[in-house]
């Protein structure tokens, strides 16, 4: 921590400060359709919104009624915000008789079947997203993958990366070095991520639908409802998705560089899986799941962190990390905030881009066995008992309280913060700071804490908690002044995204085994 403070300090002394108006912020937010009772629309991906396969800002996750809306990046919180916002409200206006649901959880789950899987259309590429997703639903179940979440997306510019390059006399090439450091960052908010689900985790409860009758551990908080009275994030527990068989193989994710990154997950990639050979490929003409090793793709593997490169067509996300290195960070742990109509905040922002500066300025050496065990041990206590009085993490093999490190990784962050608001007017990363800081010392005032006292107060269940919340957000996009600009250039973008789809389905010229197997077959030039 001491380190941090005097980086921060060389870093207001030199030409590095200013530079930080240059990082980009990008935000992905997944929100289920639902019917007017709360169940999962049945309904197609509307046409009215575009095609899930070609726009580039509102697609589909896992399902046809998993919506995911996507943010170009912007340089400020507010302004990444503000495009969130529009997607929302364009895609409000089309819907028929439709919610979007305002939490994380799903709720009133009528089973497996019930769960239509994503399509994306006839075309090569689509069929590949697709059969994906069908290989998830064969090997993790259908239910978990419908969960919804936030993702923040994080880049440093270039002027900044050289100027650090210079500054440091850094002899590395200059997209090494990058690298490098955006792994040093990564590793760091491996160590200091359960912070996140401590703050802004809202999924203390869940539908007893969601588990489909069967036992759980969790308590009944009433006749539909589990919960756990000191959870917070119970989508980043182990009810939520997890690489379950990682563990079983001995795979996990390499962080000590972006070499060894690519070289673990291409291992998963290319290694076969009893469990997974037994599902089978294509069986009956009818492919259930690209293939039966470890991971199908990259993408398969969960991490609340991943390293990302902007992707050359149909290019492997390993390969485009190991040609062009990495070009931005996706931090993955944040649950919708039920709180919020955008289902994220400008002051959770704040504190992110924040905590993301202090992982690149703090020491970060590479992560032991040990190390490893105790954040996966880490985050899930967290997930399941961070606001129990008293509770301890593992820290470099000694027991330390939550609450203790909590505050201590505050105060490490506050000269970040004054860094980060001398070049914005205002102190908003300094208050964003010191909001959390009064989250720590009183843990009621987590979105968790708020949720499960809101329902108590009401006599609500998750359900009727979920659906309120879910009218008061389509309320306030009704509400909302029309932008004529973006409402117009979301329509151009809707109605150019259905051409493209149609354009790339003309445009194919390979079966799609062989498609499949040239992807497959993609190697370094």
Same mark, same amino acid.
């Not at 200013?18 to 992905?28: A, N, V, Y």
């Given at each position: 921590?001491?380190?941090?403070?005097?980086?921060?300090?060389?870093?207001?002394?030199?030409?590095?400060?200013?530079?930080?108006?240059?990082?980009?912020?990008?935000?992905?937010?997944?929100?289920?359709?639902?019917?007017?009772?709360?169940?999962?629309?049945?309904?197609?991906?509307?046409?009215?919104?575009?095609?899930?396969?070609?726009?580039?800002?509102?697609?589909?996750?896992?399902?046809? !009624?998993?919506?995911? /809306?996507?943010?170009?990046?912007?340089?400020?919180?507010?302004? %990444? &915000? @503000?495009?969130?916002? $529009?997607? *929302?409200?364009?895609?409000?206006?089309?819907?028929?008789?439709?919610?979007?649901?305002?939490?994380?959880?799903?709720?009133?789950?009528?089973?497996?079947?019930?769960?239509?899987?994503?399509?994306?259309?006839?075309?090569?590429?689509?069929?590949?997203?697709?059969?994906?997703?069908?290989?998830?639903?064969?090997?993790?179940?259908?239910?978990?993958?419908?969960? !919804?979440?936030?993702? /923040?997306?994080?880049?440093?510019?270039?002027?900044?990366?050289? %100027? &650090? @390059?210079?500054?440091? $006399?850094? *002899?590395?090439?200059?997209?090494?070095?990058?690298?490098?450091?955006?792994?040093?960052?990564?590793?760091?908010?491996?160590?200091?991520?359960?912070?996140?689900?401590?703050?802004?985790?809202?999924?203390?409860?869940?539908?007893?639908?969601?588990?489909?009758?069967?036992?759980?551990?969790?308590?009944?908080?009433?006749?539909?409802?589990?919960?756990?009275?000191? !959870?917070?994030?119970?989508?980043?527990?182990?009810?939520?998705?997890?690489?379950?068989?990682?563990?079983?193989?001995?795979?996990?994710?390499?962080?000590?560089?972006?070499?060894?990154?690519?070289?673990?997950?291409?291992?998963?990639?290319?290694?076969?899986?009893?469990?997974?050979?037994?599902?089978?490929?294509?069986?009956?003409?009818?492919?259930?799941?690209?293939?039966?090793?470890?991971?199908?793709?990259?993408?398969?593997?969960?991490?609340?962190?991943?390293?990302?490169?902007?992707?050359?067509?149909?290019?492997?996300?390993?390969?485009?990390?190991?040609?062009?290195?990495?070009?931005?960070?996706?931090?993955?742990?944040?649950?919708?905030?039920?709180?919020?109509?955008?289902?994220?905040?400008?002051?959770?922002?704040?504190?992110?881009?924040?905590?993301?500066?202090?992982?690149?300025?703090?020491?970060?050496?590479?992560?032991?066995?040990?190390?490893?065990?105790?954040?996966?041990?880490?985050?899930?206590?967290?997930?399941?008992?961070?606001?129990?009085?008293?509770?301890?993490?593992?820290?470099?093999?000694?027991?330390?309280?939550?609450?203790?490190?909590?505050?201590?990784?505050?105060?490490?962050?506050?000269?970040?913060?004054?860094?980060?608001?001398?070049?914005?007017?205002?102190?908003?990363?300094?208050?964003?700071?010191?909001?959390?800081?009064?989250?720590?010392?009183?843990?009621?005032?987590?979105?968790?804490?708020?949720?499960?006292?809101?329902?108590?107060?009401?006599?609500?269940?998750?359900?009727?908690?979920?659906?309120?919340?879910?009218?008061?957000?389509?309320?306030?996009?009704?509400?909302?002044?029309?932008?004529?600009?973006?409402?117009?250039?979301?329509?151009?973008?809707?109605?150019?995204?259905?051409?493209?789809?149609?354009?790339?389905?003309?445009?194919?010229?390979?079966?799609?085994?062989?498609?499949?197997?040239?992807?497959?077959?993609?190697?370094?030039?």
């Amino acid at each position: 921590m001491q380190n941090v403070e005097q980086r921060v300090q060389r870093f207001a002394a030199s030409k590095l400060t200013p530079l930080l108006k240059g990082s980009m912020i990008g935000l992905e937010k997944e929100s289920l359709r639902v019917n007017s009772d709360g169940k999962l629309a049945r309904t197609p991906h509307p046409r009215a919104i575009g095609a899930a396969l070609t726009h580039p800002y509102i697609t589909t996750d896992y399902s046809e !009624a998993l919506l995911e /809306f996507i943010t170009p990046p912007f340089h400020q919180a507010s302004e %990444a &915000l @503000h495009f969130l916002r $529009d997607l *929302q409200q364009f895609v409000y206006k089309r819907l028929d008789n439709e919610l979007l649901w305002a939490t994380s959880m799903p709720c009133v789950v009528a089973g497996e079947e019930g769960i239509p899987i994503a399509q994306y259309g006839s075309s090569n590429a689509g069929m590949m997203k697709t059969i994906y997703r069908r290989g998830l639903g064969h090997r993790y179940g259908r239910v978990m993958q419908v969960i !919804a979440g936030v993702h /923040f997306n994080y880049s440093y510019s270039d002027a900044f990366w050289q %100027a &650090l @390059h210079q500054h440091e $006399d850094d *002899q590395r090439p200059l997209q090494d070095a990058i690298s490098a450091r955006y792994f040093d960052l990564i590793r760091n908010l491996l160590r200091y991520g359960w912070v996140i689900p401590y703050l802004f985790g809202a999924s203390p409860a869940v539908c007893k639908s969601f588990l489909g009758g069967r036992d759980s551990s969790l308590e009944s908080f009433d006749e539909h409802t589990y919960y756990e009275p000191y !959870a917070t994030s119970l989508r980043m527990g182990d009810i939520g998705y997890q690489n379950n068989k990682e563990n079983e193989t001995g795979i996990k994710a390499n962080y000590d560089s972006l070499t060894a990154y690519v070289d673990s997950l291409s291992c998963a990639i290319n290694t076969p899986a009893p469990a997974y050979q037994a599902i089978g490929v294509k069986v009956d003409g009818e492919y259930r799941q690209l293939n039966a090793n470890i991971l199908q793709i990259e993408n398969e593997y969960y991490s609340t962190v991943r390293p990302k490169q902007i992707l050359d067509g149909i290019e492997k996300p390993s390969l485009a990390l190991k040609r062009r290195g990495v070009r931005y960070i996706e931090l993955r742990s944040l649950d919708v905030n039920a709180f919020d109509p955008l289902g994220i905040s400008e002051c959770q922002m704040h504190f992110i881009e924040a905590l993301m500066l202090y992982c690149l300025l703090a020491d970060s050496p590479p992560i032991s066995t040990l190390e490893r065990v105790e954040i996966d041990q880490n985050e899930m206590t967290v997930a399941h008992r961070g606001r129990e009085p008293g509770l301890c993490l593992q820290r470099r093999g000694e027991s330390v309280s939550l609450r203790d490190w909590a505050q201590q990784l505050c105060e490490a962050m506050l000269p970040v913060c004054r860094l980060l608001d001398s070049n914005h007017e205002g102190q908003s990363y300094q208050q964003a700071l010191a909001r959390q800081l009064r989250v720590i010392e009183n843990p009621q005032l987590t979105p968790s804490a708020r949720m499960l006292a809101e329902m108590r107060r009401s006599g609500e269940g998750f359900y009727d908690f979920a659906r309120r919340k879910s009218l008061e957000h389509q309320w306030y996009f009704s509400e909302l002044p029309i932008q004529p600009e973006q409402e117009q250039m979301l329509q151009e973008m809707t109605e150019r995204s259905l051409q493209r789809q149609l354009e790339i389905e003309a445009g194919d010229r390979q079966d799609f085994d062989s498609f499949l197997a040239a992807y497959v077959a993609q190697g370094p030039d």
